[in-house]
C-alpha cells in the first residue's frame, strides 16, 4: 500500500509536469502547447472504459477480450500523439524548438505520474 511519502512525491512530479507545459506555452508566447495536456488527461480513460466494459465473469476464459485491445490501442494512439503533436507543430514553424522539448519532457512526466497513481492505489477485487 503507497504511504504518505509517495502521494507527495508522485504529486510533485506532476506539478513539475505542469510547469513545464504552462512555462513552455506562456514563456514563448503560443499557447498551442497546452494540447499535450488534454491527449495526457484522456489517454487513460479509453483504457479504464474498456476494462470496465469487458466481462471477467468465466474463470475458465483465459484469452484476451477485443475490447480491452480497443482500449489499450486507444490508448497507445493517445499518448504517440501527445509526443508527436509538439514534434509537428515544431516542424510547421507554429512552436519553437524550446517550446516542444518542454512540452514533450512535461507531458512524459504527466502521463507517468497518472499511470503510477493508478498503479500504486490499484486495489485488486476478491471475491
Known amino acids: 500500500m503507497a504511504g504518505l ?15 513545464l507545459v ?22 487513460p480513460i479509453p483504457n479504464w472504459l474498456c476494462g470496465r466494459a469487458s466481462s471477467q465473469d468465466d474463470f475458465m476464459d483465459s ?19 501527445g509526443v508527436a503533436l509538439p514534434v509537428v507543430l515544431a516542424h510547421c514553424d507554429l512552436i519553437r524548438p524550446e517550446a516542444m522539448v518542454m512540452s514533450i519532457v512535461g507531458g512524459l512526466l504527466i502521463y507517468g505520474t497518472i ?13
Open 115 to 127: 499511470i503510477s497513481f493508478t498503479m500504486f492505489f490499484h486495489q485488486e477485487e476478491e471475491f
Open 63 to 81: 484469452g484476451s477480450s477485443s475490447i480491452v485491445e480497443l482500449g489499450r490501442f486507444m490508448t497507445g494512439f493517445l499518448v504517440v500523439m
Open 5 to 19: 511519502k509517495t502521494i507527495i512525491v508522485l504529486s510533485f512530479i506532476l506539478a513539475i509536469g505542469f510547469l
Open 22 to 43: 504552462i512555462l513552455s506555452a506562456a514563456l514563448y508566447k503560443n499557447f498551442l502547447t497546452l494540447l499535450v495536456v488534454a491527449t495526457y488527461v484522456i489517454a
